[in-house]
């Protein structure tokens, strides 16, 4: 399997998980703000922000699980390309580059996650 093919369908996986996470959380707010404001009460604004907080949370918990995943997919990727590049500089080269990006991808998710849970956690 080429690396142009393995990309490719981390890239479709990527997109059908973001998909899945959107629609999952859009329901779960929807079925928040329903039970919130069923029998003729009023959401407040605090309630519109807890559920609106928790749905942030759970698709940044489901997007760094499928970043984590594909990191680790990647880093097993480039160890086998560095493994079997038998001293050939150029795949040595895309071999350290791939591990390089997938240390830096898994680096910035961390971060990201670390924000938006300091974000929610504030308000």
């Known amino acids: 399997m080429s690396m142009r093919?393995?990309?490719?369908?981390?890239?479709?996986?990527?997109?059908?998980?973001?998909?899945?996470?959107?629609?999952?959380?859009?329901?779960?707010?929807?079925?928040?703000?329903?039970?919130?404001?069923?029998?003729?009460?009023?959401?407040?604004?605090?309630?519109v922000g807890q559920s609106v907080s928790s749905g942030l949370l759970s698709v940044t918990n489901v997007l760094l699980f499928l970043l984590g995943a594909v990191s680790v997919i990647m880093i097993v990727v480039g160890g086998i390309r560095f493994a079997t590049s038998n001293g050939n500089a150029d795949q040595v080269k895309q071999a350290k580059n791939i591990l390089l990006y997938a240390v830096i991808g898994l680096v910035v998710a961390i971060m990201a996650y670390a924000i938006v849970d300091f974000v929610v956690d504030a308000f």
């Open 5 to 47: 093919n393995i990309q490719n369908q981390a890239v479709v996986v990527l997109a059908v998980a973001a998909t899945n996470a959107y629609l999952l959380s859009s329901q779960a707010l929807a079925s928040n703000s329903d039970i919130s404001a069923g029998a003729g009460k009023v959401a407040t604004n605090d309630q």
